[in-house]
């Protein structure tokens, strides 16, 4: 009976946690939750399937998880938790898993840009879905792969990438795949000005848009048809790229469903009009796709920009020419997307000819610098196959000839030691390299603060001297001849002598009233020399307040005591200071800037807040400086607040701890 009791207790408890974790996964995937409720509900759900036993169903959750932190945009839990995922796979020998944990990690690595990874990632993904047979994966791996090669201009080698998918595609019924393979065609003989191939495979791929295996929600004709029409506008056929353009927008519901796409498809139908002379709807269709592009902050918005300037160059308004063409090169730089500034420049090059030379330097630089990152990464995506290839080789080879190459195979791995540690040393030696010259630069801006406090305590000291001479050379004379003087009256009775008396009586009141007077400088001088580090902020300030378009407010709370505080904590708030005041000057658009200092309970506060534009905290990519201004209070045991919304202007909340502050290098 208390065997069945038993029984009955795990089933329920069992039953409980798979409830718990429904529920999690349920609320983290919840778009209208805010997203430290949903981050904490995937916590959960991932603190409850890393006590379960590693078997299919736990790397499955494990993968929801995953998908979770993705969709969140927190890329870094969902790179660790990828991670774990590759661990439990590989000790499980779960290679469909493995595979699958490899192309997440190529998504890592796509949202960070750093194609060499990607790519080797990829490969591994492709590698495994082989030896499965899985011609489904297979083919959406390759294809992820020639897009990638697309996307760093190694044409032909994305060619023969797509031709391989489409190989693995034979014997499948996957027409959306057939679809993307036929449209990658079509943009890589686009690109090698293969026009009449690229045609061919762009009317394959609409064929297939019809297709019912391919939601119209997706609008794979409109991206199709917008591809005709660049197509035929890079040949100079702006009248018949007007037909493509017009045709897609026709496409019903493409605006609801697919913003960013409709955007697009009205900046390239309103340029295909001002290229064939058809100025009847612009700029209007220009400001149109624009406004789309920014609503949702969706990509184009460059070439947009650099649209509507060559519009108002050939309006003859120079002014509206430059501002967009200023407006896409900032736009571009600050996304550091080096192909958006090279059109850019060219487009600056038209607008201010007097500046064309300076701006083909530039041009001719970052595009030298292109074609050398290219041409490596092109060696790189060569290098990983090869290396992935050799090892498979050496596999092969350890099967039948283990014993006469297992000292070879030691060697390797020795080999390979050596290099990740001739490697890790070098990377070590950078890291220590940076540290020090960030130590000499706090150790400079340490030096500037002495030497400031060595400037104070000298006029400290020539001001002390002064009183000195003062109390000396006219005090102290005063009263010793007045003292002589009464010394003498007082053996005298006579009227004259009471009178006497009065004189020097009357010069003892002049006497104090100097002595207090001498006793306010002094008061006056403690008061004025605070610290070395409230000059270097009020300096600061002061130098905003004529450099900042805003009216600069500030307020140091007077009870804080600055020597107690960690000078690497000091130079951390001066340099946080710059960094806000940087973004304020360069976004806030502000009218009133407040900065205070204050001491709560056992923390010392800054705040920082602008009346300015704002911005979305929570969906706005974040930027260098707010990522530094983290860094830095953290790096002192301190915490950053940020509080902004559109519209209402932003608020920053730094707190450092007054206790045992950390001395982290900047």
């Known amino acids: 009976m208390s065997g069945c009791k038993k029984a009955e207790r795990e089933n329920n408890a069992t039953t409980r946690v798979v409830d718990s974790l429904s529920y999690f996964f349920e609320e983290a995937n919840d778009d209208s939750i805010p997203f430290e409720k949903r981050k904490f509900y995937n916590e959960k759900a991932f603190a409850i399937i890393s006590k379960e036993k590693n078997d299919s169903l736990n790397r499955v959750n494990y993968f929801k998880v995953a998908n979770r932190y993705y969709n969140m945009e927190d890329l870094e839990e969902y790179k660790q938790t990828t991670l774990q995922i590759i661990k439990k796979a590989t000790e499980a020998r779960d290679t469909v898993s493995l595979a699958k944990a490899y192309s997440y990690m190529s998504d890592y690595y796509i949202n960070k840009n750093i194609p060499d990874s990607v790519y080797k990632f990829t490969y591994d993904a492709e590698k495994l879905y082989v030896k499965q047979k899985d011609n489904i994966n297979i083919a959406k791996t390759l294809l992820n792969k020639a897009i990638l090669q697309h996307n760093e201009s190694d044409f032909l080698g994305s060619e023969r990438t797509v031709f391989n998918a489409l190989k ?224 498979v080789l050496e596999k092969d080879k350890l099967v039948e000839q283990r014993k006469t190459l297992i000292y070879t195979g030691l060697g390797i791995i020795l080999l390979g030691i050596f290099i990740y540690v001739i490697r890790s040393q070098a990377a070590r030696n950078r890291e220590l390299q940076l540290l020090q010259e960030q130590q000499k630069a706090n150790e400079e801006i340490y030096q500037l603060m002495l030497n400031q406090q060595n400037k104070i305590e000298e006029v400290r000291q020539l001001e002390k001297k002064r009183i000195a001479q003062d109390l000396h050379d006219g005090i102290l004379g005063k009263l010793f001849g007045t003292r002589l003087n009464l010394g003498t009256l007082n053996n005298q009775n006579n009227d004259e002598a009471v009178e006497s008396r009065k004189t020097y009586i009357e010069e003892l009141k002049i006497i104090e009233q100097e002595i207090r007077e001498i006793s306010h400088d002094l008061n006056s001088e403690k008061a004025a020399i605070f610290n070395n580090f409230v000059l270097m902020v009020a300096n600061f300030i002061e130098n905003q307040q004529s450099v900042c378009k805003a009216k600069v407010n500030f307020s140091m709370d007077p009870t804080i005591d600055w020597n107690a505080i960690d000078n690497m904590a000091k130079i951390n708030f001066y340099r946080i200071l710059q960094e806000a005041f940087q973004n304020i000057n360069k976004h ?54 940020v509080m902004s919304e559109i519209g209402s202007g932003t608020l920053l909340i730094f707190e450092l701890p007054v206790k045992n502050p950390k001395t982290n290098i900047l």
């Open 168 to 391: 693995s595609l034979r014997n499948v019924n996957n027409d959306e795949l057939l679809y993307e393979a036929y449209n990658l065609l079509g943009l890589i003989y686009g690109e090698l000005a293969e026009y009449k191939l690229a045609k061919e495979y762009y009317e394959k791929a609409l064929k297939i848009t019809n297709s019912s295996q391919i939601s119209p929600e997706n609008h794979l004709k409109a991206i199709t048809l917008n591809n005709m029409g660049l197509l035929y506008r890079n040949q100079d056929k702006d009248k018949e790229a007007i037909d493509f353009f017009e045709s897609a927008l026709k496409e019903k519901n493409i605006l609801n469903d697919r913003p960013n796409i409709y955007a697009t498809l009205k900046d390239n139908l309103a340029y295909s009009k001002f290229k064939a002379g058809d100025y009847n709807e612009l700029p209007g269709m220009f400001y149109e796709a624009l406004k789309i592009k920014d609503s949702i902050n969706g990509t184009g918005i460059v070439l947009s920009k650099i649209h509507l300037s060559e519009y108002y160059i050939f309006k003859k308004d120079s002014f509206q020419a430059l501002k967009f063409a200023k407006e896409a090169y900032d736009l571009a730089d600050i996304n550091n997307e080096k192909r958006n500034i090279l059109a850019t420049l060219k487009q600056l090059s038209n607008v201010e000819p007097k500046k064309a030379l300076q701006y083909s330097a530039e041009y001719y630089k970052i595009d030298d610098s292109l074609k050398l990152a290219e041409r490596r990464i092109k060696n790189k995506f060569s290098r990983i196959e090869y290396e992935t290839e050799e090892l």
């Open 588 to 641: 806030a658009e502000a009218k009133n800037v407040f900065v205070t200092f204050a001491k709560i309970n056992s923390n010392i506060e800054l705040n920082v807040k602008d009346d300015g534009v704002g911005f979305n905290y929570l969906k706005k990519k974040k930027g260098i400086g707010l990522s530094n201004m983290k860094t830095r209070i953290n790096s002192s045991g301190g915490t950053m607040t």
